[in-house]
Structure formats: C-alpha cells, structure tokens
C-alpha cells in the first residue's frame, strides 16, 4: 500500500446502512430473448423460471424482467395495453407467480418494468380518448392539441420522435374530420400520457400495489425522465439527445420528483425494502443524483459510465462525478455497461472510441474486431464490478455476447429502424435470443428450432454449455468476480485514486468491510506494473507481474 497515495476520499453512503440494494447486482432479463419454452420462437415467462438457476449460480442479487405485460407490441412490449396483465406471447398471471415464487426459493428478488410515460394506443384509456373527442374528460389523460396552422394541419409543436419522425400524429376524429393531434415521445403507438391529470397518478399507484401485492421488490421506472412536460409545450431549437447537459421541455423536468415522491410512499408501506430504480437519462450526474434523493427513488441507471469511451482519463472523471454526485445526496452509484437499448458493450468498446455511438450496427457497417471487443468488455466488466455501489448485467453479458452485428434488414423489428427509413439500424442486434447450448436447436433457446431474430453462426461459441466449468472462460470470470465481489463487500468500498499510477489506467484502491483491494485498469499500450498483494482475478493473462493492455485486475494487499 505505501505506493499509493490517496487523492480522492470518496465517502461512499452504502456503508453507513444496510439495505439490499445499495450494492446489489441485478441481472436484466428480457423475456423475448431469454428462454422459450412453448417453441413459438419468442422467449416466455415459464422459460425464464426453467432457467432461473443459471442466473442464481452466477451469484446475483435480484432479476430485472423487461415488460412481458398485454401488448400490441409495437416496441417490443414497452407499449402497454394492460398494466395488470400478461402478454398471451409471454405466458398468464398465474405464470408471472409461479415465476417469482421460484425465485424466491432461489434467493433472488424480481424487479419488473413499469412503464408509465405512455401507454399503448389500444390501451382502454386511448381508445377512449379517440371516441370521446376534442375536449373530453378522455382526451384529458393523453396530451391532445389542436394543430397550428389555419386549418390545424401542422403538429403543435416541432417536437420529434426518439425513434426518428415527427412527435405528433393527427386522428380522425369520431365525425370522420381531420382532427387534433396527440404527442408520442416514441411510437405512434405510444401516445404519452399527460401526468398533471390526477386520474393518470391514482391508476399508477393502483398498478404499484398490484405487482407489490404480488410479491415483486420493486420497479425499474421506464423514461423516468419524461413524464412531465414543460408548461405550454414549447418548441425546441436544441438538440433531442439527452446527455448533453441542456434541459429540454420534454425531458427531465423538475416536476417530476414530486410524482416519485408519492410512489416511494406507497413502496415504503410494504416490507421487505421494495426498490425504485430510474430509466434516466437526465443530462448531468448532478442532475441524476436527483432522482435519488431520499424520499424518492433507490437507485438510478449510471448512464454517463456507460456513454464513457475506453479512455482512462475520462473512466477516471465519470466514476470521480458519478460517486459524488450520488454521495451529496447519501444514495449509491448504478453502475451498467449494457441493456436492451444499446449495442452490447464487448462490441461498443471495439468501435472507434469517439464521437456518439451507433444506435446499432449493420451488414454493411465496418465490422468492430470481435476479439478486440470481447478483451476490452472483460476488462471494463471488471472495473465495474469492483466499483462501490450497485451493478446491473444484462443477460448474456455473462457469456461475452457481441452485438449481432449483420442482422438482415429484412429480420429487424426495431421501430427505430423504420421511423428512420432503414437508415439506423436500431437495437435488434442486441436483443437476440440466448444461447445455450451450441449443438440444439436454436441453440437451446427452445426445442423447435425457431427464433424471432435469428441468431449468427457465432453465438455457439458463447453458448453457456462451451463455458461451464471452463477455467478462464467468460461466464467463470463473472461467476468468480460476482463471488469475490460478495465476499469482499466490494460494493461498500471506499474508493481512493492511486495518484502516482500511470494516466493510461484506471488504478484505485477500495477499502470494504472485507478488506483492501487494489484494482487496475490498462487502457495504454504499455503492460504497467501489478500492484503488490495477492492476485484475486484478472480478465487476462498478466505477463510477469505486469498487466497488459486492456486487461483489469483486482489485488487483495
Ligand atoms: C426505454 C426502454 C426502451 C423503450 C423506450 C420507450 O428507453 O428501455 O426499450 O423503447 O423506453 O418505452
């Protein structure tokens, strides 16, 4: 330890309190794509309970289920027809039970998905508001406007689609004229509701306590950011993104804590520290960080860590401001490096590491180096993992799955692919089914063979029977580093920067209630000296003590 020097004292708040979910490590599943046990190609929920002992042997806390609720599927299920149903695709109620009880027998929590800037359009509520007409106490749960322009035929607003396209679509009204427009942030079949109506913010609490009720700890909260509009609707000159740090009128909007702060009092009434976790993509830490102040959510996806190239000086600053912007306000860092949304991070960290990144990859895109991808994700895997505070994975991660980077266009189902005219290829390449077993079927998705998005021939590679029990393989790497992790309580570490290391790594020292470990990232082109102690896992080999390029290693000292 002598050679260190401590630059930065991070005061973690996990340390000071107990709950679970402080430095917990959820595992996201996303029903489509996971396990199919009625052949029909696309994944259920009586697959994901006939595979849930997998997620409990790599050793994490809890499961995150993307919507499997009754739907058009329009987005691939985060259009909601009935918030307190099961999509038929996907199985019944009585499934979605049997599905946390087992989980329960297995040690791991069930957080579900709730959806709650826009419903679907054949949600009762839509089609309700479409009958009723301009006016009506139905249109009032959605965000209908008349149209600018003479005769209305121009949308309310310059607003835009995050899927690509105008903002606002225009109805027939029930007299078969033209008629108002309503605002969809997504999908034209996802019309936004307008949360200043209280009937919008009774039915949610109401759909709180159904899941509650069931038995699921907690919410992972889709575009949280989103729910609340600025006043008039104004146009907006600036940028749709939403990571760079301008507040635009539709997106992070300071009303909308006051909605979190109800909903944390209903999860407060229920045992058993039930958990909010927000979809935010606020524009700073700092502005993140409110999302979890303490009367509202528990945690928030770290978006900043995840948009981060592979550049050491800028890992060092966004863990530096993601820990303290959290710390001000005594809740954990959430640390993801991939989900359902974004080109799987092995591949994205084989890209060139500037500018925006790809909303995913085509056939005809220069293809990143798989072998690259997959050294640098283990890596960045490894930092995270030794990270204080809480962690998600997004299934198959633990397997190293690239990003399925040559999808025929005629396979995608992606509405960001066609809102974009086929000119984005959208996050289908992510999204495809698991493999399990590289000799069956599908890959042991299922036993027929199909698949809603076909898998490439490289997946039986990865499948989870070529890994099992094999040293040094991914999924042992994050079997180990999950069981370390525990054992370490690395989550409840101190983080302090190592300042005399070399500017091209990630080098810091956590102090937990197990111990002291050092943990080491090369993001240069020079192996760098391990540091002194016991090696307790590594992403790659080390070469006579020294760590070579894109290559983590943890060390107990
Ligand atoms: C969130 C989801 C994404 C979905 C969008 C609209 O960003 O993660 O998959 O398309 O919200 O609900």
Known sequence: MAQHGWVTQTQNPARTADAWWRDAVIYQIYPRSFADADGDGVGDLPGITSRLRHVADLGVDAVWLSPFYTSPMADAGYDVADYRDVDPLFGTLADADALIAEAGRLGLRVIVDLVPNHTSDEHVWFREALAAGPGSPERARYLFRDGRGPDGSEPPNNWRSVFGGPGWTRVTEPDGRPGQWYLHLFDVKQPDLDWTNPQVRAEFLDVLRFWL?????????????????????????????????????????????????????????????????????????????????????????????????????????????????????????????????????????????????????????????????????????????????????????????????????????????????????????????????ADEPAMGFNKTGATWLPQPESYRRYAVDRQRGVPGSTLEMYRAALRLRKELRLGRGDLSWVDDASDETVSFVTETPGGSVAVVTNLGREPVKAPAGEVLLSSGELEDGQVPTDVTVWVRQ
């Open 213 to 437: 009720d069931r038995g699921v700890a907690g919410f992972r909260v889709d575009v949280a950011h989103g729910l609340v509009k600025a006043e008039g609707l104004p146009d907006w000159a600036g940028e749709h993104g939403l990571l760079d740090g301008t507040v635009a009128p539709m997106w992070d909007q300071d009303g909308v804590h006051e909605i979190y702060r109800t909903w944390r009092q209903v999860l407060d009434e229920y045992p058993g520290e039930r958990v909010l976790v927000a979809e935010s993509w606020a524009p700073t830490p700092e502005r993140l960080a409110d999302y979890v102040r303490p009367d509202e959510m528990h945690t928030a996806f770290n978006f900043d860590f995840l948009e981060t190239h592979w550049i050491a000086a800028d890992l060092r600053e966004s863990i530096t401001r993601s820990l303290a912007a959290t710390a001000a306000v005594g809740a954990p860092t959430t640390w993801v490096l991939s989900n359902h949304d974004v080109v799987r991070h092995p591949t994205r960290l084989a890209l060139p590491q500037v500018g925006r990144r790809p909303n995913g990859i085509k056939a005809t895109d220069p293809q990143p180096d798989e072998a690259l991808g997959l050294r640098r994700g283990r890596a960045a895997t490894l930092l995270m993992l030794a990270l204080p505070g809480s962690a998600y994975l997004y299934q198959g991660e633990e397997l190293g799955l690239p990003e399925h980077t040559t999808l025929p266009d005629e396979a995608r189902q992606d509405p960001t692919f066609f809102r974009h005219n086929g000119e984005v290829a959208g996050r289908d390449g992510c999204r495809v089914p698991l493999p399990w077993a």
